[in-house]
């Protein structure tokens, strides 16, 4: 059969809709910890039942140190940690038969729950013109290495954009936003079950999907939240300027193209001002 | 060989400022800072008088220091003109174009690794190559002023600041304010003492502008570093330009100065943005 490659974010948990739910040492953290072991722990049981050899999981939100290995299905192995070239897709590779999106959320401008790309400092993101989340993005990375998605979960923002690229995604609702910062959740055992379940189909039907492969060349295009972000990343020569605030990242490799854009959002990131953005 | 009314660009930098030796002299909000800001703009103010004795007629100070808004504009001579702030491309340089008839370098310090006061080359970096050789903030932008005709001229700052740039520029007026004991102790002169020097210096400094070189580097022009850690060199290798020669060492090259800036400077500040390094 093959492996399963998960994942796993934070803001799309079922019951996430905070900060303070998300951030490590804010006040709820600890127990949506707990929420993203038990959705991530469903999702390596459905694809076990569903016929898959093994699961790798990587955990893929802010420092990438929320997932405790000792609540860990014993049958997965779990990449923590910072400094990760591929970040959210770190180790990745054609190994696997699908790759899994666990409590994703929508993108950057959106009116998904904690809805963001990336970083703060990204205002909006356009993969060939087309805004484009975090899923999406992943899924092109993905995408580079032979890997098709085989289930999302997140809010009805962040299923529906990975499902504008992977239609065939088993898509798992788990809460319906009604801002960025509230939503209508289901609950965690009903939420577990679906990801169960959802993750046992897609794997069984692995063979079928489809894999994301935007066409060349692929444009990623850049909007910071402020010109001096943009200029910056505009130092190392990746990218070329649109508008005061926006680059564009041009290429027909999709790696290639990722690592810029990685490497720009890095640089960005130097030039922001505590004060003023 | 005097030459009426031509264009000076001063780059000044606070480490080598008269005084200075410590941390707490040179950064915002530290102890002795706004003291050293006087000093610093002080210093330049000397330049800047005797390059005007010597026959310019415009200067422009890039303020070249940390945060980049240390020298104080009430107090510049007033027949200079001020870049202050970050965000420059071409940072310590900027502004540099080949309007000017020479730059000087106040306030400079020594290369990384050496003795002299505060010495380092571009902070992030254990070590910086220049085409094979360790170099210095002084001649990575006595090559930038190089790349646009313009000679570097003078320099001030401890001896070690001044003779490393000394070495590599051959001809060059050198004002020593200070002698580095140590990365933090040094023998000082007096302000009122190291004006004159400084003010001599660039009077002769501008006097000789016309037969002074522009630096150049061998082209192709390689610039290799060595991070602190190894993770800042592997962050900065997500830059397809860069090369990781091992875990914390790597290298880009170009075939003109500007272009090797360019990917030098993305990659340093692209490896500083590495968080959490405490470790």
Redesign the interface.
């Known amino acids: 059969m093959g492996r399963v490659f998960v994942s796993v974010d934070m803001e799309g948990l079922t019951g996430a809709v905070s900060p303070s739910q998300v951030l490590p040492g804010r006040a709820d953290y600890e127990r949506f910890r707990d929420v993203m072991i038990r959705e991530t722990n469903a999702v390596i049981r459905g694809a076990f039942e569903g016929g898959a050899d093994g699961v790798l999981v990587n955990d893929s939100h802010d ?1 990438m140190l929320n997932l405790k290995i000792e609540g860990l299905d014993e049958r997965a192995e779990l990449i923590s940690g ?2 990760k ?1 591929l970040s959210m897709m770190q180790g990745v590779d054609r190994g696997f038969i699908c790759a899994f999106f666990v409590g994703y959320h929508s993108m950057a401008s959106g009116e998904g729950v904690l809805s963001h790309t990336m970083t703060g400092i990204v205002s909006k993101a356009y993969l060939n013109g087309v805004p484009a989340s975090e899923g999406v993005i992943n899924a092109m990375v993905g995408g580079h290495f032979g890997v098709p998605v085989g289930l999302v979960a997140g809010d009805q923002y962040a299923v529906s954009e990975v499902h504008t690229v992977c239609p065939d995604a088993k898509g798992v609702v788990v809460k319906r936003a009604i801002d960025r910062y509230s939503a209508l959740s289901q609950s965690l055992s009903r939420v577990e079950e679906e990801l169960r379940g959802a993750a046992e189909a897609a794997v069984k039907s692995s063979a079928s999907l489809k894999v994301y492969t935007p066409p060349k060349p692929i444009t990623l295009t850049v909007e910071f939240t402020q010109s ?1 972000l943009a ?2 990343a505009l ?4 990218a070329r300027r649109v508008d005061g605030r926006t680059i564009e990242i041009v290429g027909d490799d999709a790696l ?1 193209v990722y ?2 854009f ?2 720009a959002l ?2 960005a ?3 922001r001002d505590p004060d003023y953005g | 060989m005097s030459h009426m009314g031509g264009k000076v660009y001063i780059s000044a930098d606070m480490e080598g400022v008269t005084g200075v030796v410590s941390i707490d002299d040179v950064l915002a909000g530290h102890l002795n800072y706004e003291r050293f800001r006087h000093l610093m703009t002080q210093d330049v103010n000397a330049a800047i008088e005797g390059v005007l004795e010597a026959g310019a007629s415009e200067v422009l100070v890039n303020d070249s220091h940390g945060g980049m808004t240390n020298i104080l504009l009430e107090e510049l001579h007033p027949s200079a003109t001020l870049i202050s702030g ?2 420059k ?1 071409l940072y310590m340089m900027e502004g540099v174009d080949k309007s000017f008839e020479c730059a000087m370098f106040i306030g400079y310090h020594s290369m990384v690794g050496g003795r002299g006061v505060l010495s380092h080359t571009f902070s992030g970096a254990s070590r910086v190559l220049l085409n094979g050789r360790p170099t210095s903030e002084g001649e990575v932008n006595a090559m930038i002023a190089g790349a646009m005709g313009v000679p570097v001229t003078m320099v001030s700052g401890d001896q070690y600041a001044v003779s490393e740039l000394k070495e590599v520029l051959g001809d060059l007026e050198g004002a020593v304010v200070k002698y580095a004991i140590d990365r933090s102790s040094a023998r000082c002169i007096h302000p009122s003492l190291t004006k004159q020097i400084i003010k001599e210096a660039a009077r002769r400094g501008y006097m000789k502008a016309r037969s002074v070189k522009p630096y150049t580097a061998r082209s192709p022009i390689t610039l290799e570093f060595e991070f602190l850690q190894p ?1 800042m060199a ?2 900065a ?5 860069v090369d990781q020669l091992d875990p914390r060492t790597v290298r880009v090259s170009a075939p003109d100065p500007i ?1 090797a800036w ?2 030098f ?3 340093l ?2 490896g ?5 390094e405490s470790y």
Not at chain 2, 237 to 241: Q, S, V
């Open positions: 420092g910072y400094h070239p001096s200029a910056r130092y190392a020569p990746i290639d690592m810029r990685r490497a890095g640089l990131s130097t030039a | 970050v965000n491309p993770s592997a962050r290798a997500y830059l397809p330009f272009s360019r990917l400077w993305s990659a500040l692209l500083r943005s590495v968080e959490g």
